[in-house]
């Protein structure tokens, strides 16, 4: 399974193509929308999100309802390209000023010397994170395809700023619920306080703030991934798809970092006599359901620490490139906090990486054979 985006900020729209989903699976529009509704929304978000109204416009790959088993195209347009159709044209001579200040934490500087552009908003538009729109957009139709595998993705908020969720031990159908009915994605209500209290300071102080979101994937059964060869260890390949989220500056899978500090015996699950293959479970999931580079049965927990967006409107310090002179960065329309969207965009990237993982096993061809394979390979097990 292999998704390639394309599209800028501003431009006419955002689309993705995502090959090797299997004939036989159920998709609507609404299955799409649902989950670019989400993204759009969340406290801190900026003015862009009151303009766009995200909606996919599938162009290929289903068939009355029905994905065919060729690629799945989606469009997702952007309303805003009404206002930069001058600055954005495809042809003609630039309309506007150049931008030639970098941001100091963008992608404006490197991205400049790496390809070579005097105007920078020629590197901004693509590494803006407005091409997530396009990552949830192909999510959405992995996410189909885990569900009907019993496979279910969802994603909390653990931190913003210094406002942190203390742990909740509650099961997880409601943790989920919770992290659903809040503007933050936390499911502490105490806690959702503090967090948006973190957000109004930093907006009040022209400032923006970061925070870190755990997305779980629950459902997955034993011996996903391989520990055969480095790039074929779904931990990895979970840590990469992760990373790639704009803003992400670290991935963890269970205790992760913790692990570090702690011994042996405090970090690794026993094994018990229970329900489960071969008759044995596990009390604990400090390994985050993977060992190996291979699913171990347990739910998948990957934890993501985003950095605060690099767009201020109380600029930092820069340089005109164009001029040589000092000068405060570029602005532009940006939010306070992102974290609450990015939790949405990391499910997107899980769903993804796991659900190539389950065609990977069980077949890549058709929904029927996913099934019937997935059903003869727990029963072998005793795991289902």
Excluded at 131 to 144: F, S
Excluded at 177 to 195: I, K, L, N, Y
């Amino acid at each position: 399974m292999r998704m390639l985006s394309a599209g800028e900020s501003h431009g006419r729209a955002v689309l993705v193509i995502v090959d090797g989903i299997p004939a036989g699976l159920k998709l609507e529009p609404a299955d799409i929308d649902h989950q670019l509704r989400r993204r759009q929304g969340g406290y801190g978000r900026g003015g862009r999100m009151r303009i766009e109204q995200d909606a996919a416009d599938i162009l290929s790959g289903v068939r009355f309802g029905e994905t065919i088993g060729s690629p799945v195209a989606l469009l997702v347009a952007n309303r805003d390209w009404e206002n930069w159709r001058a600055e954005m044209a495809t042809s003609g001579e630039p309309a506007g000023a150049p931008v030639s200040i970098p941001r100091p934490g963008h992608a404006d500087f490197a991205g400049a010397l790496k390809y070579g552009r005097r105007d920078l908003r020629d590197v901004l538009e693509r590494a803006s994170a407005r091409e997530t729109a396009a990552r949830v957009a192909a999510g959405a139709v992995a996410r189909k395809l885990l569900a009907q595998v019993g496979i279910e993705i969802w994603s909390r908020v653990l931190s913003i700023g210094g406002a942190q969720a203390p742990t909740d031990e509650r099961a997880w159908q409601e943790l989920r619920d919770a992290a659903e009915a809040s503007d933050v994605g936390c499911t502490d209500p105490g806690a959702a306080e503090r967090m948006r209290a973190e957000i109004d300071a930093a907006r009040e102080a022209g400032d923006t703030v970061g925070g870190v979101f755990e997305v779980t994937a629950e459902g997955a059964p034993p011996g996903l991934g391989s520990y055969a060869q480095w790039d074929t260890r779904l931990d990895a390949l979970l840590a990469q798809a992760v990373m790639s989220v704009p803003a992400i500056k670290g991935v963890e899978i269970g205790l992760g970092f913790a692990a570090a500090g702690l011994r042996g015996s405090a970090v690794h699950d026993a094994f018990v006599r229970g329900e489960g293959p071969h008759g044995v479970t596990r009390p604990t999931n400090r390994a985050g359901g993977l060992e190996g580079g291979v699913t171990n049965g347990q739910p998948v927990v990957v934890r993501a620490a985003m950095k605060p967006i690099p767009t201020l409107t109380r600029p930092l310090d820069s340089v005109d490139l164009a001029s040589g002179q000092p000068a405060p960065a570029h602005a532009e329309r940006s939010d306070v906090c992102a974290v609450p969207a990015a939790r949405v965009v990391g499910e997107a990237m899980v769903a993804l990486v796991v659900a190539d993982a389950v065609t990977q096993k069980f077949g890549r061809d058709t929904m029927a054979e996913i099934e019937r394979n997935l059903r003869a390979y727990l029963g072998a097990i005793g795991g289902g």
